[in-house]
């Protein structure tokens, strides 16, 4: 079976309307989609003249932006559903519960494992009764088996890193992203322990993904293929904490695995496999189903051909706060900053499409890894009412930023002429 295919071909159900995420994909070919979607948002209407000075004076993500102002409330964003985060909704593969991002705050950095996103429960036929074994296979000298009480017994601190669902979109308010703080086991050091073949090059990581209502469309397990060296570059563990308690079921207890950097797809919940596999194995369904939401600009046929599904850095508004200040009205943008592997500087925001882009204050976090997320913020002194559209920007052409490139976190506000502008 050495070098055999691992999965069927991509089952139709894996491309039914359960799995998919909706919103805009930020694809070429969506692209054109993106932007007229946010042209009906209406924020991108009526955008006439150009705003007089925007005060770019340097903002601070304190809790007193001004002297003497007095925090009056937050603006909505305009276009997207009405909060409904931190509830779960819906059921099985469909199960969803979004994170509300306006609540990410210096002091509250990590996300409470109970409003975690989730974008897909707990399958209803695992078996909970039984001991979990992860069976050790494929090109390994000899096959094994692993138990918890062989992980738990290596469980080490992981740090704090962010999970984003590579579907994350609008209709969710983007809060299919959150962050926890995570213990586990290094995948590298473990494998490391068993022996293999020369031609192992890759790894198969699957997990439980079995569930009675959309077993006549999907019945495999949900599995990614991995380059060992780049597994390890990741610093990929399987991890069996989050935020010091044991994974909720929902999250793929008793045990999940993370690749701090890459998107959620590749985040297998309920591993119970891990395959050593040369480099001519096939795609895995999820593979093929997340191709394009991983920009991998196609679908490949075979794993190896896959670019490393990495999170680009990226950024967007969560949070707009209203002040008095003497007798006018002022704005504080505050947003986070996520992704990509490099320190958080150029980062800019601009609030109308041809605007200039004024720098924004990010916080210093100074023990932060790179793949947790920063807070920044910015002072805003609007002279007009009307639509604006928050959109930032990382001024450094040697950062790859194909998500803020497409406009995808893009965020609409209006200021009526009652908001004193
Ligand atoms: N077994 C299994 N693992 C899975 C999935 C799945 O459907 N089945 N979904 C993946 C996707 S698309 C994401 S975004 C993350 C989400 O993890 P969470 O629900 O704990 O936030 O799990 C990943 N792991
Ligand atoms: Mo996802």
């Known amino acids: 079976m050495a070098h055999g295919q691992p999965m069927k ?14 919103g805009p994909q930020p694809t070429a070919t969506s692209r054109r ?22 005060q ?6 304190d809790d007193r932006p001004w002297e003497d102002g007095e925090l009056l409330g937050h603006l909505d964003f305009q276009a997207e559903p009405a909060a409904e985060a931190g509830r779960r909704i819906y059921e099985g593969l469909d199960t969803r519960l979004y994170t509300d991002l306006s609540r990410v705050r210096a002091d509250r950095l990590l996300t409470p494992v109970e409003e975690f996103y989730i974008r897909t429960g707990i399958p209803d036929r695992l078996d909970r009764s039984r001991p979990w074994q992860i069976r050790i296979g494929g090109l390994v000298d000899r096959p094994a088996v692993l138990t918890m009480a062989d992980l738990e017994a290596r469980t080490a601190p992981m740090g704090p890193h962010l999970m984003e669902c590579a579907g994350n ?4 308010r983007f809060g299919l992203m959150s962050a926890a703080e995570w213990s586990g086991v290094n995948v590298s050091e473990l494998l490391a322990e ?3 073949a020369p031609e192992a090059t890759s790894v198969l990581i699957e997990g439980f993904d079995d569930y009675s209502s959309s077993s006549t469309t999907s019945t495999q397990g949900s599995a990614w293929i991995f380059r060992l060296d780049q597994l390890e570059e990741a610093g990929a563990f399987l991890a069996t904490r989050m935020n010091g308690e044991g994974l909720t079921p929902d999250h793929g207890f008793p045990v999940r695995l993370m690749v701090p950097g890459w998107y959620g797809c590749c985040c297998i919940k309920w591993v119970n496999r891990i395959e050593l596999v040369d480099e001519n194995w096939a795609a895995t369904s999820q593979m093929t189903e997340f191709a394009l939401r991983t920009h991998q600009g196609g679908v490949p046929e075979k794993a190896a051909a896959f670019q490393p599904a990495i999170v680009d850095r990226a950024a967007m508004p969560i949070r707009i706060e209203k002040w008095r200040v003497g007798g006018a009205l002022r704005y504080r943008v505050i ?5 990509g592997d490099r320190a958080r500087a150029g980062l800019r925001i601009r609030f109308r499409p041809g605007q200039p882009w004024q720098p924004v204050e990010i916080q210093p976090a100074a023990d932060v890894p790179s793949t947790h ?28 930023t194909r998500r803020l490139d497409l406009a995808y976190y893009a965020r609409g506000i209006e200021l009526a002429d009652t908001e004193g502008v």
């Open 373 to 400: 997320w920063a807070l920044w913020s910015h002072r805003w002194s609007p002279t007009s009412p009307g639509r604006y559209l928050l959109q930032l920007d990382v001024d450094d052409p040697g950062i790859q």
């Open 9 to 22: 071909s991509p089952a139709p159900g894996r491309f039914s309307p359960v799995r998919s995420e909706g």
């Open 194 to 196: 068993h022996p293999r």
């Open 335 to 339: 947003g986070i900053d996520w992704g």
């Open 56 to 61: 770019a004076q340097a903002a601070h993500a």
């Open 169 to 172: 979109n609008r209709a969710f």
């Open 33 to 54: 989609v993106f932007l007229q979607s946010a042209w009906s948002l209406g924020v991108a209407l009526g955008l006439t003249a150009a705003p007089a000075a925007l």
